[in-house]
């Protein structure tokens, strides 16, 4: 079953725009992770925030995480060419057997 | 891909045919994992491995098997009884599980296409 819902499901921004995608969730969570996936390749893991955190930043990344609203949001600032990819939230429930859930995903593209 | 490989990358499959995909890993992780993804969707949990000799269900195991015994490899046989196989499979792995804090290393992927 799938938990998380990312928004928008497509994105096309200017290139040096930042980018903002949003992940929502139903359950409790331990941490949620963000990944990106280049097409026809396998996730690469960006960043994992845990649920006693609410902001954590790595580079060009910052993710936000509102427990009380069951959500997320990945901000890219400063957008590249290489950042267009396909970014999945993951969420392991607070209980239950303790496996990443993924979300559809959101389909970046950076226009030049 | 961070020390796992996945073989082949695209592999064709006839009809009432068993096809397996290889999976190895040499980053001395504990756990693997494999993993369905349709067009356009997220990531699909089929089965998964917590250590050499056992491995569990995910949420889509009906028509795939899977063998741990060693730790490096975790292949995936898509049997007959998969009706619908054309999918992008990946494969992962991690060194924490069933703490909730596991990072997944992936693989580049398998594409199967039914002829």
């Known amino acids: 079953s799938q938990q998380g819902e990312e928004d928008p499901q497509a994105l096309s921004i200017q290139e040096g725009e930042n980018a903002t995608m949003n992940c929502s969730y139903k359950?409790?969570?331990?941490?949620l992770q963000w990944y990106r996936q280049n097409s026809g390749r396998g996730l690469v893991h960006l960043i994992l925030i845990r649920s006693n955190e609410r902001e954590k930043h790595s580079g060009r990344l910052r993710v936000t995480l509102d427990t009380s609203k069951k959500s997320s949001s990945l901000l890219i600032t400063a957008s590249r060419a290489a950042d267009t990819a396909s970014y999945f939230c993951a969420t392991v429930p607070f209980q239950g057997a303790q496996k990443l859930v993924f979300g559809q995903g959101t389909r970046l593209t950076i226009n030049p | 891909d961070g020390g796992i490989t996945q073989s082949p990358k695209y592999l064709f499959r006839k009809e009432g045919q068993n096809v397996t995909l290889s999976c190895e890993q040499n980053l001395n992780h504990d756990a693997m994992y494999w993993y369905r993804q349709d067009p356009g969707q997220g990531l699909r949990l089929i089965y998964y491995s917590q250590i050499v000799n056992d491995f569990q269900k995910g949420d889509i195991a009906e028509g795939y098997s899977v063998s741990r015994e060693k730790k490096e490899s975790f292949p995936l046989t898509v049997t007959s009884a998969q009706k619908n196989p054309t999918a992008f499979y990946l494969c992962?792995?991690?060194?924490?599980?069933?703490?909730?804090?596991?990072?997944?290393?992936f693989g580049s992927g398998t594409q199967l296409s039914v002829l």
């Open positions: 359950t409790s969570i331990n941490n």
């Open positions: 992962a792995s991690s060194a924490e599980s069933g703490t909730g804090n596991e990072k997944l290393f």
